[in-house]
């Protein structure tokens, strides 16, 4: 399996490529839609290995506290059903309108939210997919230089989260996320 490693002050942020629904760390995060209900990509994955607890915990996130829908940049968290992870923290990334739209900045508040609410659970380590790069069609490139600024932020300010993995889902998208953070954690 590939993988890559880098050093942010105590935490290593990984690059790995696999299935995001194998990974065992504390946290998995879900490329989610603002329904919560459930939709392709990571999305049907993690709800189809995962099982109907999590469906039913997000259906109950949706009525309780988002009548209307999660908005975009926004994370909940739900346990994880048959996955090896303990939580699966539901966010929604932007969907790419052309690049006028906040898309970016809409991308880092996915990240950000994701990991406050991992650290608030008080958690070490997290998974994260490539956010909008698939049905959203947020150009790779530039979403990996939002993900791993955003990470790169986060982790260097505090302890608690030891490890944080990217997962991707293709060599190329691995390959385009190594290239960034060759750049970005150098
Ligand atoms: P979005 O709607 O936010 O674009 P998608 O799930 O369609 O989310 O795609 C986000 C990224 O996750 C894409 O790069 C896609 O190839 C990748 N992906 C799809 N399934 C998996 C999986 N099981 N594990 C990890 N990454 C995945």
Redesign the pocket.
Known sequence: MEKSEFKIKKTVVALVLN???EMDTDVIVN?ANSSLLGG????G?IHQKGGSNILDECKEIRSSRFPTGLPTGQAVLTSAGNLKSKYVIHTV?PIWKGGFHHESEFLEKAYLSSLNLAFSKGISSISF????????EFPTKEASIVALRAIKNFVAKQELISKVFM?L??KK?YEIYLETAKEIFK
């Open positions: 299935d995001i629904t490329a392709g990509g990571v999305d994955s990334g997919p490539s956010i909008s790069t698939g049905t959203y997962v889902f293709s998208t």
